[in-house]
């Protein structure tokens, strides 16, 4: 595993460990993933939430290309530490924050912190746990309309996202990555 663009191009990931609870995104499909956000102006001085980070890769991939800064929440402290590990080789600790936190029951966003421009959400395939952790980071405030969410799932997975704005679907071999912002409501 490697970032595979911007600033850290080529540059190593670090797996610690037994790695058999995480599913890191493949360079290939990491890779398309930002080349669709930058192509939209989503990436440049975002702030980013990597939801369910595991080893980081997305979120770091977003700070090599140019995001401001990245919040990486994840349950596991094991893919915390794969994590801390990471953002530490690449000595981003000033634009990075790693956080216990089971993404579909966040905190609500406290009044200093920034409203999320792009938010990762790869969560472990066929759980159900996309709706909910969209539905948690809009009640606790972290998202608004504005947001971009990049949604991996199964090929297979069909969450209800009527109240999202699909902009792009993908499908890579068994990964299927959706593009979308929320619905405007009235």
């Not at 460990?17 to 995480?22: C, L, P, Y």
């Not at 089971?102 to 920034?114: G, M």
């Not at 746990?129 to 539905?135: G, S």
């Not at 704005?165 to 068994?174: N, T």
């Amino acid at each position: 595993m490697r970032i595979v663009g911007g600033k850290f191009k080529a540059h190593t990931l670090t797996a610690l460990g037994n790695t058999a609870h995480v599913r890191p995104t493949s360079d290939k499909v990491r890779g398309a993933i930002l080349n669709m956000l930058e192509a939209r102006g989503c990436v440049q001085d975002a702030y980013v939430l990597d939801a369910f980070c595991g080893t980081g890769a997305l979120g770091l991939e977003a700070l090599s290309r140019g995001a401001a800064h990245c919040i990486f929440w994840d349950k596991s402290p094991f893919s915390l530490r794969m994590c801390k590990t990471n953002i530490s080789n690449f000595n981003l600790e000033a634009q990075s924050k790693v956080e216990l936190v089971k993404s579909q029951n966040c905190p609500a966003k406290q009044p200093e912190s920034n409203i999320f421009d792009l938010v990762f959400l790869d969560p472990p395939y066929d759980r159900g746990l996309v709706l909910p952790t969209i539905q948690a980071l809009q009640n606790g405030g972290w998202v608004n309309g504005d947001t971009v969410f990049v949604i991996e799932l199964s090929k297979t997975e069909q969450p209800d996202l009527a109240a999202l704005d699909i902009l792009q679907d993908k499908l890579y071999g068994d990964t299927r990555v959706l593009i979308a912002q929320a619905l405007e409501t009235s």
